[in-house]
């Protein structure tokens, strides 16, 4: 899914373990409960993007200076 256009795009609980989502537009989607352990986000757009209790864990890649807890996700230890 890398530079994937998910504008908007509703992810509510989706399974994106070890996804490959660098460069993702994932502006304003809805990641509600999503599961991103190990996904790679590097260089996405989430502005707006839904993150409550979405699911990450030590190897999940984010955007430069983005604090996902800030912006409701929790992290795991395992990607259960």
């Known amino acids: ?3 994937a256009n998910l504008w908007r ?4 609980r989706a399974d994106l373990r070890e996804a490959d989502l660098t460069g993702a537009n ?3 989607a809805n990641l509600y ?3 991103l352990s190990g996904a790679d986000l590097r260089g ?3 502005s707006y993007a839904n993150l409550r209790w979405a699911k990450y864990n030590a190897n999940t890649q984010w955007p ?5 807890v800030a912006r409701g996700a929790e992290m795991v230890e ?3």
């Open 78 to 80: 395992d990607d259960d």
């Open 26 to 28: 994932l502006y304003g």
């Open 64 to 68: 430069a200076g983005f604090d996902p």
């Open 44 to 46: 996405a757009n989430l």
């Open 33 to 35: 409960g999503a599961n």
């Open 1 to 3: 899914l890398t530079g």
């Open 9 to 12: 795009a509703n992810l509510w």
